[in-house]
């Protein structure tokens, strides 16, 4: 889906050129430990053929670099170590040969983009002087922080392209699952210091995990999968990544791109087999069976060039929401419908498309476990290669709550692990997927966490007689001839007139708490007709409820901007895709912008009133179940006091 000409080739020559240097490193080197310790099972690998002296051992130098150790340094033979997987056949497999040519391409790969890095930032020169001597005072923290910068650099495009090569030619290899654990020797001195880092710590991990050649792989993939989940996380706070993150690399010849800090997958589509419904077969939930819709088509314009969707630059993207409502009121079927349209508009587009579900499963009772299944989860949705659709149902029991004694471990990292995704110093919004989190008890998500859903959809199920008889006969089928009587089937169901009725609704608040708010600040300012009489009832919220801060104001002004972009695109433009779809970006934005609203005074005060409206609910109902909880537990004291006086009597 990439346009090769908007991506930064990797020249096949300069990565062969490298070949030596990482046949080197994975032949022999030596390096001291600093931040890890040995694992105690690991010992030093062995020689495959008896008669032939130990082999060269690659000392690491950077030129313009000084390295002193002391310390007694530890040999690391990685082709040894890979062929030990196998200790019974003296010649080495299919298997361990992918693995270690995977490795040496990596490895070249990931030097040749650390000393393209350098060339554009200027390190190439401060090297060259710090190698004569000639580096300033001045210029010393500026050259610490690019050689960190090329460090961190040189791990991810390393373990993200050895884990991209190994995935496509081991796709059916065995799914046994390795825990090797958080990765340690991440050192940032220089890239060359920190791949032998990494290396010797892939050594480790072999000589205790990969004990037989069908442990091979994935003892590589979850080293691999930390190594990146650490570099990225280096990356996030140190200065002076900008000319990497700006700028995507091109390997043609392995079909593999490097976008930042971004794990790369090929443009695999998910292979659906849930029940798709029609959004004529969803009976009221009108505003989130609309914004369900939209958001469906909004996705669509996402440019795979320029990897970005102009709803993003223009304002109404929706990247992720919350629906909520009472059990049974149609948050499963609002999943099915979404994922059913965006599934039905990629086939037409030929678009890839990805739709994952976060369940309870991935809570595990190993430590780190269950925040590497979420960080799985939001990386596959991500991928900006894809047409991503992320759910999380019942995210109150898989979400623990920061404070809840009930929460478990494995909750608690899911929900650190979600915030950090969502609203985090590397999100990178594009706006090729979206994830929607859905509960019956909204109220038992952390707040936090809950404030990151950007829009909130309100499932509450058919609310009036026509909705009653319309879902009736629905579900009733076609087996009966019992007569409809005095109603028009579906005429209340017609989506732009029940979502005008649905906005207007909420001119007024609805939750007791935000009426006195609302008539309090009216009365003493009269119609909140300008920003600063709207400023005053955000600020007169915040003084009631303390959870309604900054964030709630961004996530209000974003749903202000959906409603700008108040429109649903063509039923025609997702058929036919050279009318829209296969547009360039900048037709596309063009086409959005002819058909966007002003924002009005009324779509402002609908929106706070929709959103603050819902936190008040949640708070109501989370007071009330924290008050008969206490009411439960001082019944049981009584009843087990009475007990206990009782027995002593």
């Not at 790369?264 to 609309?290: C, D, Q, W």
């Not at 059990?327 to 099915?336: R, Y």
């Not at 909750?411 to 594009?430: D, P, W």
């Not at 603050?612 to 001082?634: C, G, L, P, Q, T």
Request: charged share 25%.
């Amino acid at each position: 889906m990439s346009n090769p000409s908007d991506l930064m080739e990797v020249k096949e020559e300069l990565i062969r050129a490298k070949y030596s240097a990482a046949e080197s490193l994975l032949d022999g080197f030596d390096h001291t430990p600093r931040l890890a310790k040995a694992k105690s099972a690991a010992s030093p690998a062995k020689e495959r053929s008896s008669g032939i002296g130990t082999r060269r051992r690659f000392r690491s130098t950077t030129p313009g670099l000084v390295s002193k150790s002391t310390a007694r340094p530890e040999g690391v033979h990685l082709i040894n170590r890979v062929q030990e997987a196998d200790d019974e056949d003296i010649l080495m497999s299919p298997v361990q040969a992918n693995v270690l040519h995977a490795l040496r391409r990596a490895l070249a790969t990931s030097m040749v983009v650390a000393d393209q890095f350098a060339d554009h930032t200027g390190l190439s020169a401060l090297l060259k002087d710090n190698l004569e001597g000639k580096l300033s005072g001045a210029k010393q923290s500026e050259f610490s922080e690019l050689l960190a910068a090329s460090s961190v650099i040189s791990l991810h495009v390393f373990a993200n392209m050895t884990s991209f090569l190994l995935a496509n030619a081991h796709a059916d290899a065995s799914e046994t699952n390795i825990e090797v654990g958080e990765v340690e020797e991440v050192l940032t001195d220089n890239s060359q210091l920190a791949l032998t880092g990494a290396l010797w710590e892939l050594d480790q991990n072999l000589a205790v995990h990969a004990t037989t050649e069908d442990k091979l792989i994935p003892t590589l993939s979850a080293f691999l999968e930390q190594l990146m989940e650490k570099a990225a996380l280096r990356a996030s706070n140190l200065p002076r990544l900008e000319a990497f993150n700006a700028v995507s690399y091109r390997v043609e010849a392995d079909d593999f791109q490097i976008n930042g800090f971004t794990p790369y997958g090929r443009s695999s589509s998910t292979k659906l087999t849930m029940s798709f419904k029609k959004p004529n077969e969803i009976v009221g939930n009108h505003i989130a069976k609309y914004q369900a819709m939209k958001l469906a088509k909004m996705i669509m314009a996402y440019d795979f060039d320029r990897k970005l969707n102009p709803f993003v630059e223009l304002g109404g993207f929706i990247f992720t929401f919350m629906g909520d409502g009472k059990p049974g009121t149609g948050k499963t079927i609002l999943i099915q419908m979404m994922a059913g349209l965006i599934h039905d508009y990629c086939q037409n587009a030929g678009y890839p498309f990805r739709y994952q579900n976060l369940s309870t499963e991935s809570i595990d009772s190993y430590q780190g476990k269950s925040a590497q299944n979420a960080k799985a989860f939001f990386n596959n949705v991500i991928d900006p290669n894809v047409i991503g659709f992320g759910t999380i149902d019942d995210i109150d029991q898989l979400a623990g709550k920061r404070g809840d004694r009930q929460s478990s471990a494995g909750q608690l990292e899911i929900t650190a692990v979600l915030m950090e995704s969502f609203a985090g110093a590397n999100t990178v919004v594009r706006g090729n997927c979206t994830f929607g989190m859905f509960s019956n008890y909204p109220e038992n998500v952390d707040d936090a966490l809950r404030q990151r859903a950007g829009a909130r959809f309100l499932v509450d199920g058919p609310q009036s007689r026509e909705d009653y008889i319309d879902i009736l006969h629905i579900l009733m089928g076609k087996n009966h001839d019992i007569p409809v009587g005095k109603h028009k089937l579906f005429e209340t169901q017609q989506l732009k007139k029940a979502v005008a009725r649905s906005f207007e609704a909420h001119s007024q608040p609805k939750e007791d708490g935000l009426i006195r708010v609302y008539e309090q600040t009216t009365k003493e300012l009269g119609k909140l007709d300008t920003l600063a009489k709207i400023g005053t009832y955000l600020d007169n919220i915040q003084n009631v409820d303390e959870r309604f801060t900054g964030r709630a104001i961004k996530n209000i002004t974003d749903a202000i901007k959906v409603r700008a972009m108040d429109f649903e695109l063509p039923d025609e433009w997702m058929e036919k895709p050279d009318l829209f779809l296969l547009k360039d970006y900048d037709t596309k934005k063009a086409m959005i912008s002819d058909l966007s609203k002003p924002i009005t005074v009324e779509m402002v005060l609908q929106e706070i009133n929709r959103y603050a409206d819902s936190e008040f609910r949640y708070a109501d109902k989370s007071d009330e179940i924290a008050i008969e909880n206490m009411v439960r537990d001082f019944g049981r004291q009584e009843e087990a006091k009475k007990r206990y006086l009782g027995t002593k009597g």
